[in-house]
């Protein structure tokens, strides 16, 4: 039974694949969000698993000359070579709004990025993750 614990403990490290840190990424971008167009500067952090990618973030929304801070989480999925999918959760004061990805790659770790939601439209380039 003592051997048989640590063999189970290795098989199972052996045999599963940890999510890994893809690291830090920015994003910028012109948005419809919060009643009104502006320009979106955000960061997040990006942690990967099997092309899956859940991604937190944060970042501002510029507009008029004010400065509205938002918090954000994406999970998308990765197509090789080509687009990366999924949906995300933006929220901003008071308001949680659910939106659509949709990311093309234009080089290596830069990616035109377009995001689709109930009152919130963004279009602008993502670089790293």
């Excluded at 039974?1 to 690291?23: D, N, Q, R, S, W």
């Excluded at 009643?35 to 859940?54: K, T, V």
Aim: proline share 7%; charged share 15%.
């Amino acid at each position: 039974m003592k051997t048989i614990l640590p063999l189970a403990a290795v098989a199972l490290c052996a045999l599963t694949p940890a999510a890994h840190a893809e690291g830090l990424g920015v994003e910028a971008g012109y948005a419809r969000a919060d009643g009104g167009w502006g320009a979106e500067l955000g960061a997040g952090y990006a942690l990967g698993f099997a092309g899956f990618r859940l991604t937190p973030g944060a970042g501002v929304h510029l507009r008029d000359g004010d400065v509205q801070p938002y918090g954000r989480v994406e999970a998308t999925y990765s197509i090789p070579l080509s687009a990366t999918i999924g949906a995300g959760v933006r929220v901003s004061e008071d308001e949680v709004r659910p939106y659509a990805t949709l990311a093309m790659p234009l080089f290596p770790k830069l990616r035109a990025k377009a995001n689709v939601g109930p009152s919130y439209y963004a279009l602008g380039l993502t670089l790293g993750y």
